[in-house]
C-alpha cells in the first residue's frame, strides 16, 4: 500500500503533549477568570451558513476566509472567522436567552492569513461578552477581566488602551470626514507606529481628506507639544459635536468604575490614537499592549451595539473582548520558570517482573483512585530501562513493587529530580508521592 | 442592510449555557480521569489535507467527509472525520515523540451524515490511545479506563463486550471465507441485533459464502444450544489455525488483567459476535454497551496496528479507545439529579442606588478574588426587579449593599432557594457564600 507523506495544511499546526502544559496551564486560568466574572460558557460550530460571515468584518478580512462542502451539500458553508459574529447569530436566533447574557467561548477560528511566525491559520480565541445591556458598567467589567486574567498569567507591565468610536467619529466630523471615509480614517490612524506622523498624514491625503481637515485631525490626536490629548480638552474643542460629547461621556463613566473593580491606574489609559481594525464596533474600544518586552496587543475588543441587528429586528447592544491567547502563550513560553515540566504524568509505575504485573496493576489502580496521574511501563525490560525511560520523559516519581517490598507491605519509591529513593508502607505512599510532588512544584 | 435570518447548517447546533453544565461536568470527569491514567493532551488542527484522510476509514464512511477550500488555495483539505487517522498522522511525523505515546484528545469531528434526533455533523470524541506497545496491558488500561469514566460518570449496569480481529479472521479462515471478502463478513455479523439469525444468513450468502461456509460460522458464534461460545470451546475447535490461535491468547492474557485493574466482572465479558465498523481494527476490539436502559453502544475501540504504517514505513502497534461523550450525556440528561442547576453563576451582586455602584463593585472585586462566581446587576432598577432576574436566571445567592449595611460594616445575603436573608459581617461573607454554596450542592 502507497505510504502518504504525513504533513500538514499549509499554516497549520499540532499541539503537542509537551507544548500542551503551559498551554493548559494558561487555558485554566482564563476559564476559571472568565467563570469568576459570572461569563457561561457556549459552544457554536466551526462550520456556519457563509451568509451569516460574509459583509460583517470589512472587505480585507472577508478574503481570507475558509469555505466548507460535502459531495451532494446544497448549503454555502464557512469555517467562523472570529467569535462575535457567531455569538451575534446565538443572541438572535434564541430571543428566550435571558439579558444580559454573558458568555464566554474558548474556540479556534481560521483565517487564510499568509503564514509566517507565531501566526497560524486555525488559532484559538477566548472570547468573554455582554449582550442585553449599554451599561458602561459592563465595559468596565471586560476591562477588569482583562486585569485579572493578566496579572493571574504573571503579566506585570501592561496597559489597557481605551478609547470610544463615537469620540473618534465625532473628530471625523469635527475634520471635515464625512461618515463613508471613516473606516479609511481608522485605518490610517492605526499606521501611525509604523509610519509615522508623516506617513499618516499621507495616508490620510490618498483617503480623499483634504489638507485643513488633515491638519485639524491631527493636532488633536498629536498635539504639536507632545502631550497626548485629554478627555478636558477634547471636551473644550468638541463638546459642541452630539456624538462626540456622547464619547467623552461614556469615557469618565467607564474610567470612573475601574478604581472600585481594582485595576490598577498604571494598567490602563485614554488613548485616541488606538482605533481597532474591526468595523463592528461602536463605542467604547480596548486594547491591551505589554509594556516590559515591548510587543503588539494581546487583548482587543470594545462595543458592537450593532451586530445582533444584522441578524434580527430587535437590536442589543453588546460588549466583550478577545483574549489573544496564542500571543500570550509565546510570551510565557519564553520565561524560564514555566518551561520546567515536560510531562503531566507524575508517576511511572514499574513492572519488577513478569509474574509481578498484577501487583503493580492493584498498586497503580489505588494511586489512581487518589488523584495521582500514572503511567504504567509495559515491556519486561530491566529496572534501569524502565528507570531510563521515566528520566527521558521527565516523570519526576518512579515507584517499584518488588518480592522484597511485597513481603513487607511496602512499595520503594524513587524521586528523580532529588535522585533519592525510600520504602514506604503501602498503606501511605500515595500521600507520600501527593505531598513530595506538590513539594515539587512550589519550588 | 438587509436582515440576514439567523440560523444553522443542516444538521449542526449550538450548545447554550444551560445545556453547558451538565456537559461541562461530564466532561471534566472524563479529562481528568484520562490525566489520571497518564494520558497527555495533544491539539490537531480541525482541517487535514484530504489525502491524509482518504482510503483509511472504508467507502461508505469517505462520502461524509466535508471539503475546505480558500479563495487561491492550491491544497486539498478536508475537515476531520475523526481523531485516529490525525493520530496516526502525527506519530509518523514526529519520530522523535517517546513511545509508547500515551495521548487523549477531545474535540470535535464532522460527518455529512443524515441529519437526525440527536445525531449532528459536528460532535465531540473524547480519544484516549497507546502508540508504540504491542503489550496486552495497554489494551486491558483501555479497557479499565473506560470502566473507570463510566463509574465515575454514575452509570451503573453496562458492559464491555471484547473481541479480537485475529479471531474473526481465523474464523473466516475456518469456514472458508477469502480475507478480502472479510469486512463483509464483519458487516453481516454487526447485523444480528436487526436481522436476526436468519437474516444474516442471507447477508452472508449475499456476501458470496457458500451454505457449507455459513453453516460452520453460524454455529460457531450462536451455537445451537443458545449458550455464548467459549474461549475454552473455540481453542478446541479453532486452536490449529495459527492466526485464530494468536487472538484467542490475546484475549486470554486481556481478560486476566481486568481484576487487578479494578474492573468489576459483571463490566465486561467475551463477545464472539461483536465485530466493530471500521476498517483499520487489526486485534482485541471493544465496545461498551449500557444494559439499563438498553441503548446501543456508548464506547469503541481496539487495537490498529496498521494504521501509523499508512504514513511512514517505521509502523507501531497502537490501540485505543473512543468515548461517546455526546450519546452519553443524552442518557446523563434524562436524570433528574443533573439537571437540576441551571447556571454556573453563584452570586448576583445588586446595585442598591446609583451613588452606591462602587462600593458593590468593591464588594464584587473581593468575591471573585475567593473563586466565587458572581455577576453584576447593571441598571438601576428596584431590588425586587434584581431579585426576580436572579430567580429567573437560577442563580442561588443575592447580596445587598445598602446604607444600612455599609455604615454597619455587613452585607446583606439572601438565599433564593432557602428563602432566607441574614446579614453577614462583611468580612466574613465571602466564606459564608462559599459554605452555604457547598451545603447546596450536597443535598
Redesign the interface.
Given at each position: 500500500?502507497e505510504?502518504?507523506?504525513?504533513?500538514?495544511?499549509?499554516g497549520?499546526?499540532?499541539?503537542?503533549?509537551q507544548q500542551?502544559v503551559l498551554r493548559?496551564h494558561a487555558l485554566r486560568i482564563v476559564e476559571?477568570t472568565f467563570?469568576?466574572?459570572?461569563f457561561?460558557?457556549?459552544?457554536?460550530?466551526?462550520?456556519?451558513?457563509s451568509?451569516?460571515l460574509l459583509g460583517k468584518y470589512g472587505g480585507d478580512s472577508e478574503?481570507?476566509?475558509?469555505?466548507?462542502?460535502?459531495?451532494g451539500?446544497k448549503?454555502d458553508?464557512a469555517?467562523r472567522y472570529d467569535l462575535s459574529v457567531p455569538l451575534s447569530?446565538?443572541v438572535?436566533?434564541?430571543p428566550e436567552?435571558?439579558k444580559?447574557f454573558?458568555?464566554y467561548q474558548i474556540a479556534?477560528v481560521?483565517r487564510?492569513e499568509r503564514p509566517q511566525k507565531g501566526r497560524y491559520?486555525?488559532f484559538y480565541q477566548c472570547d468573554a461578552d455582554i449582550v442585553g445591556?449599554a451599561?458602561m458598567?459592563?465595559d468596565?467589567?471586560i476591562i477588569?477581566l482583562v486585569y485579572?486574567i493578566l496579572r493571574r498569567l504573571g503579566f506585570q507591565q501592561f496597559a489597557t488602551l481605551i478609547n470610544n468610536r463615537k469620540l473618534l467619529t465625532g473628530i471625523g466630523q469635527y475634520s471635515g470626514v464625512p461618515d463613508a471615509r471613516l473606516p479609511g480614517l481608522y485605518r490610517a490612524i492605526d499606521k501611525y507606529e509604523r509610519l509615522g506622523l508623516k506617513g499618516v498624514r499621507k495616508e490620510l491625503r490618498q483617503e480623499g481628506l483634504d489638507a485643513t481637515a488633515v491638519d485639524r485631525l491631527c493636532d488633536l490626536i498629536w498635539p504639536a507639544d507632545g502631550r497626548p490629548a485629554s478627555l478636558e480638552s477634547l471636551r473644550a474643542e468638541l463638546g459642541h459635536l452630539p456624538l462626540a460629547r456622547e464619547g467623552i461621556d461614556e469615557l469618565q463613566e467607564l474610567l470612573g468604575?475601574l478604581?472600585?473593580?481594582?485595576v490598577e491606574a498604571s494598567c490602563y489609559r485614554f488613548d485616541l490614537a488606538m482605533v481597532r481594525g474591526l468595523d463592528y464596533y461602536t463605542g467604547p474600544i480596548y486594547e491591551t499592549v505589554v509594556e516590559e518586552p515591548r510587543i503588539g496587543s494581546i487583548t482587543g475588543g470594545g462595543r458592537f451595539d450593532g451586530l445582533v441587528?444584522?441578524?434580527?429586528?430587535q437590536s442589543y447592544p453588546a460588549t466583550g473582548t478577545t483574549i489573544g491567547i496564542e500571543r500570550i502563550l509565546d510570551i510565557l513560553a519564553e520565561r524560564p520558570t514555566f518551561s520546567a515540566r515536560e510531562?503531566?504524568?507524575e508517576v511511572l509505575v514499574t513492572v519488577f517482573s513478569p509474574d509481578l504485573?498484577?501487583?503493580s496493576?492493584?498498586l497503580?489502580?489505588e494511586l489512581?483512585e487518589s488523584?495521582?496521574?500514572?503511567?504504567?511501563y509495559?515491556?519486561t525490560d530491566p529496572l534501569g530501562t524502565q528507570i531510563r525511560?521515566a528520566l527521558?520523559?521527565g516523570i519526576p516519581m518512579l515507584v517499584i513493587l518488588g518480592p522484597d517490598e511485597l513481603s513487607a507491605g511496602q512499595v520503594a519509591v524513587r524521586d528523580l529530580q532529588a535522585k533519592s529513593q525510600t520504602n514506604v508502607d503501602r498503606a501511605a505512599v500515595a500521600e507520600y508521592l501527593s505531598a513530595r510532588l506538590d513539594q515539587a512544584t512550589d519550588t
Open positions: 500500500m505510504i502518504i507523506q504525513p504533513r500538514l495544511p499549509k497549520m499546526r499540532d499541539i503537542l503533549p500542551m493548559q476559571e467563570a469568576e466574572f459570572g457561561e460558557p457556549l459552544v457554536t460550530p466551526a462550520v456556519e451558513l451568509e451569516i478574503k481570507l476566509i475558509f469555505f466548507v462542502q460535502h459531495p451539500g448549503e458553508l469555517l447569530r446565538v438572535a436566533q434564541y436567552l435571558p444580559p454573558r458568555r479556534p481560521w487564510a491559520r486555525e445591556t451599561s458598567l459592563a468596565a467589567e477588569a485579572t468604575y478604581p472600585s473593580l481594582g441587528g444584522r441578524f434580527s429586528k510531562t503531566l504524568v504485573v498484577t501487583d496493576l492493584k497503580m489502580s489512581r488523584g495521582l496521574r500514572c503511567e504504567l509495559y515491556e525511560y527521558k520523559k
